[in-house]
């Protein structure tokens, strides 16, 4: 079945890059996705990345995907405190009408 | 168009009672989701609506579960004789197509005394 796993926490040093990894068990993801959600707040789509591609960048953010692996990742250069929240991993499968699995989510720790 | 929006924010009700959640997705969007989130969870998937058609229901969504979209536009999840379970927060989505980007609502929190 399709899963989508991530670590539950991550602290990082403000101004230092903080990298978020995810695995999924699904060949056939279409798109994948980087939410973020922050406390209170809805979730916010930061960055996706189509399957046939390895790398993407959006000014601070980084998307690597490994597609033999099924590991996805988003590197935040120079994390600030605005960044603190949950980071969710999502995976979109043209097989079950463009659905979204979703990860548990990671939550960004940002130590002064 | 001021994105997704969702009516109440917040729901307290007493067991045994229903409920029912609006959503009124960005108005070109045909593609319309329904997930719930419980805490430290990411969503699972509910139900979506492609126009007025509901395609798909979760094997999640119990038979207490109803979801309509009558007009193509905006879309209403029922919830009768709640339980406990059910406190979560309740999110919609819409799209432009399947393969299109999901843009979300702030959700709907249920609490089910």
């Known amino acids: 079945g399709e899963d989508v796993e991530q670590s539950l926490f991550l602290s990082v040093r403000e101004g230092d890059s903080s990298v978020i990894n995810c695995t999924y068990t699904d060949s056939s993801s279409t798109y994948l996705y980087w939410y973020k959600q922050e406390p209170g707040a809805g979730l916010q789509l930061l960055t996706y990345?189509?399957?046939n591609m390895d790398m993407k960048q959006d000014q601070r953010l980084t998307v690597l995907l490994n597609k033999k692996d099924k590991h996805l990742s988003l590197r935040i250069a120079d994390t600030q405190t605005g960044d603190s929240a949950i980071y969710f991993c999502a995976e979109s499968i043209m097989d079950s009408n463009y659905q979204l699995i979703w990860g548990a989510g990671t939550k960004l720790i940002i130590k002064p | 168009d001021t994105g997704v929006s969702q009516n109440p924010r917040h729901k307290i009700t007493k067991r045994g009672q229903n409920v029912t959640f609006r959503c009124d997705p960005i108005s070109e969007h045909n593609r319309l989701y329904w997930y719930r989130q419980t805490l430290g969870q990411g969503p699972e998937f509910l139900t979506y609506?492609?126009?007025?058609?509901?395609?798909?229901k979760s094997r999640l969504l119990s038979d207490r579960f109803s979801a309509e979209r009558p007009k193509g536009s905006f879309s209403t999840l029922e919830i009768q004789r709640t339980e406990q379970g059910d406190s979560a927060m309740y999110l919609c989505?819409?799209?432009?197509?399947?393969?299109?980007?999901?843009?979300f609502g702030p959700g709907t929190r249920l609490t089910v005394l």
């Open positions: 609506f492609q126009n007025e058609a509901q395609l798909e």
């Open positions: 989505a819409s799209s432009v197509t399947g393969e299109g980007e999901q843009f």
């Open positions: 990345i189509f399957s």
